[in-house]
């Protein structure tokens, strides 16, 4: 099985600031990987497709890098509405796995 | 646009057979691009992928569950479904249910999530 291993696993952060969170597989997964946001009490919601790709109609702030083992998330200036538990998930191969979750809470 | 809906019981007995359904509307179960996928998320933890399965009932199961794992799909009635047994509180989680994908649709992986359905394993 692919190990996501995702970091940080929480963290304090400001409106305006950027933030970068990292997933790295354990072994190569191409660029089959999306990330999710997640408020409390809702549904994940796809932000970022094929490693890279924007979701449409989500805010051009976030943004998505990496291939084979390492995976970036990058929220280029923090807003109110993105204070949420943030997640990867490979679907390279099955079983799919995903990241433990990283929490940006407000500072 | 496609919806998904889960539906079954909210609370399973220790021991029981947790059972629920995907109703898929807005796009036919039936196409060879996509499979249909089953999450869980316990109490204040993160997701767990517990199987996906396709048009013609091809499954790949998470392998901590298999032995407890069963899915179907039926596509007369543009559904799938998802049986776990022997249940324990453990099994307790919010099971959400989604589409899943191919490299034949390869935008679409885990695009589309229904609301997910709170299933509680207690006597």
């Known amino acids: 099985d692919i190990q996501m291993t995702q970091s940080p696993s929480a963290m304090s952060a400001s409106v305006g600031d950027r933030v970068t969170i990292t997933c790295r597989a354990s072994?190569?997964?191409?660029?089959?990987l999306a990330w999710f946001q997640q408020k409390p009490g809702k549904v994940p919601k796809r932000l970022i497709y094929?490693?890279?790709s924007l979701e449409s109609g989500v805010p051009s702030r976030f943004s998505g890098s990496g291939s084979g083992t390492e995976f970036t998330l990058t929220i280029s200036s923090l807003q109110p509405e993105d204070f949420a538990t943030y997640y990867c998930?490979?679907?390279?191969?099955?079983?799919?796995?995903f990241g433990q979750g990283t929490t940006v809470e407000i500072k | 646009q496609l919806q998904l809906q889960e539906s079954g019981p909210g609370l399973v007995k220790p021991s029981e057979t947790l059972s629920l359904t995907c109703i898929v509307s807005?796009?036919?179960?039936?196409?060879?691009?996509?499979?249909w996928g089953w999450i869980r998320q316990t109490p204040g933890k993160g997701l767990e992928w517990i199987g996906s399965?396709?048009?013609?009932?091809?499954?790949y199961y998470n392998p901590s569950l298999k032995s407890r794992v069963t899915m179907s799909v039926d596509t007369s009635k543009n559904h799938f479904s998802l049986i776990l047994n022997s249940v324990t509180a453990a099994d307790t989680a919010v099971y959400y249910c989604?589409?899943?994908?191919?490299?034949?649709?390869?935008?679409?992986?885990?695009?589309?999530w229904g609301q997910g359905t709170l299933v509680s394993v207690s006597s």
């Open positions: 989604a589409r899943d994908s191919t490299p034949l649709a390869d935008n679409h992986y885990f695009d589309y």
């Open positions: 807005g796009g036919a179960i039936s196409s060879s691009s996509y499979y």
């Open positions: 399965i396709n048009y013609s009932g091809n499954t």
């Open positions: 072994q190569g997964i191409s660029n089959y």
């Open positions: 094929a490693a890279s």
């Open positions: 998930l490979q679907h390279n191969t099955y079983p799919r796995t």
